[in-house]
């Protein structure tokens, strides 16, 4: 099945921007997410990249996808101290249309 | 708000006791899905309905677990028997598109 990793932390000043770095194992993913996920509240989603694509910007949100090492990751532009959360990645595979999520990335924003 | 609703938002029970959880999908929504997620971990896959139909079951859910999906709307989760465990977040997601799946805030499950 897919494995999905993510670094546990990352710390940045507001204004700065945020690189949260995510490796995955299944080739064969057709979607690739992230999510952020704030205390105590459920999974929020914020983009999304289909596996043809490299690259995808929604606002202050740019998602890079290198499918030849499996990695993905998610720049947040002019970090703020409401994007102080947990970041997961999640891959999908197969007709089951299930994710599998890594870890997740606690994001602190420092002022 | 993703407009997935669960209930209860919290839930503390004695071990050994049974406790339900219940998910209201977006209503257009035709797959649903349960995850479960401990703490300092991302959420892991129980089980996924297509309408009414349980499509996929993990290995994570036991025999004391069970869900059903009447007429393929709100969704139930009961767990028999609970045991410490069992304590977690458990998370219902749905989807109505091919790509994008919404979670509800969760049921957070205290086995004391």
């Known amino acids: 099945g897919e494995d999905v990793e993510q670094s546990l932390f990352l710390s940045v000043r507001e204004g700065d921007s945020s690189v949260i770095n995510c490796t995955y194992t299944?080739?064969?993913?057709?979607?690739l997410y992230w999510y952020k996920q704030e205390p105590g509240a459920g999974l929020q989603l914020l983009t999304y990249i289909f596996s043809n694509m490299d690259m995808k910007q929604d606002q202050r949100l740019t998602v890079l996808l290198n499918k030849k090492d499996k990695h993905l990751s998610l720049r947040i532009a002019d970090t703020q101290t409401g994007d102080s959360a947990i970041y997961f990645c999640?891959?999908?595979?197969?007709?089951?249309?299930?994710?599998?999520f890594g870890t997740g990335t606690q994001l602190k924003v420092e002022l | 708000d993703t407009g997935v609703s669960q209930n209860p938002r919290h839930k503390i029970t004695k071990r050994g006791q049974n406790v339900t959880f219940r998910c209201d999908p977006i209503s257009e929504h035709n797959r649903l899905y349960w995850y479960r997620q401990t703490l300092g971990q991302g959420p892991e896959f129980l089980t996924y309905?297509?309408?009414?139909?349980?499509?996929?079951k993990s290995r994570l859910l036991s025999d004391r677990f069970s869900a059903e999906r009447p007429k393929g709307s709100f969704s139930t989760l009961e767990i028999q028997r609970t045991e410490q465990g069992d304590s977690a977040m458990y998370l219902c997601a749905t989807g109505g598109g091919r790509e994008k799946l919404f979670f509800g805030s969760g049921t957070q499950l205290s086995v004391l």
């Open positions: 309905f297509q309408n009414e139909a349980q499509l996929e």
């Open positions: 999640a891959g999908r595979t197969g007709g089951g249309n299930k994710l599998t």
């Open positions: 299944d080739s064969s993913s057709t979607y």
